[in-house]
């Protein structure tokens, strides 16, 4: 698997970064996309992943610098795949907070945009204690806006929160045969997810010397063994998938953050942690300020990161104060190299990686060992 980071400034876009958008591609093809702020469409074109081959979105908030670009990129996604027919059973599905399915109607209405593919909308519904106090905005239960249905939508979810015997709530999103995938609130100033990925443990290898011992012909019969499922081989002879499969290979967990000054409410869904993608919008020299404004600095992403024992952690959502790394013209103490190195600082002395992520950099996941199945 591997991440890409389209966009990892905040507030607005600029010619030297664009704002929030990750795009996770899986290993047999998939993308998943993680906010989509204004421009995620040209970012797109920059990068060595295509949008054409997402079947998810994941919004972690409404904020527009991880919003706008949504109703321009699912257009644009249409526009890429031609004429309809393959692409006509194609269903992207979206989950964000409630309020989500109005913004994308509203504006794919308002703009007539026709989609040749299909899509739903998830919405995850906050509890009131994600409203500040002092919360201006209305409800979105108000129907200040009439509904509205693309003729492309297909009925979607309303998801509400679980609570756990310890009182900790999460959402849950999606569970089949491969991936886990629950949400999580964090503290910012708007009601605001994380999304934890728990990858299912795959089949080990099958022993051909086994299989020939037990009179399992190559075919149909391994596929149902790797598959988890027993089989009767031509003598009558039952055959279990614990007979001729290796050790598992254990599956990975990532940690997917939207803005945050305190993602603690979300750490009792992970023990372990492979990736974390966490965000360091300011220096800690400018702690008080990040946290009036629902942010975060390296210092308190790395907590967080080892609170949650990750691996490695990925900052982004930097100021537009700070350079690209890359970028002509600057010292260090003007660019992300800054967070980095506070991060690396606040890390020292354990075995945690911490690397900054701008635009296009490209994060490798490899699949974990077995001997990491107990790990």
Known sequence: ???????????????????????????DGPVWLFDCGEGTQIQF???????????????????GDHLFGLPGLLCT???QLGEEGE????VVDIYGPKGINKFVNTALH???SPLIYSFRVHELVPTASQYPEDWEWGSEDDETVPAISHLKQLPGSSITPVADSQGNLHWPLMNNDRWCVQAGWIHHRVPTFGFVLIEKDRPGTLDSTKLTSLGVKLGPMCGELKA??????????????EDVLGPSIPGRTLVILGDTSDASPLAHLVSKCDVLVHEATHGDALAEKAVLYGHSTPLRAVAFAQQIQAKTLLLNHFSQRYHPADSQ?????????????EGRQAASGSSLNVMCADDMFVFDIPPRSRAQSSK
């Not at 081959?53 to 904020?63: E, G, P, R, V, Y």
């Not at 692409?87 to 194609?90: I, L, R, V």
């Open 45 to 63: 074109q920059k990068a060595s992943v295509t949008s054409q081959k997402i079947t998810a979105i994941f919004i972690s908030h409404l904020h």
């Open 228 to 241: 988890g499922r027993s089989v009767v081989t031509d003598s009558g002879r039952t055959v279990r998938p």
């Open 329 to 341: 013209g600057h010292n260090k103490e003007e660019s992300v190299e800054l967070l980095a190195n």
């Open 1 to 27: 698997m591997w991440l890409h980071f389209l966009g990892s400034g905040s507030s607005y876009p600029t010619t030297k970064r664009g704002v929030s958008a990750l795009a996770l591609r899986h290993d």
């Open 77 to 79: 996604i249409s526009s």
């Open 110 to 112: 308002v703009s007539c």
């Open 87 to 90: 692409a006509g059973k194609k």
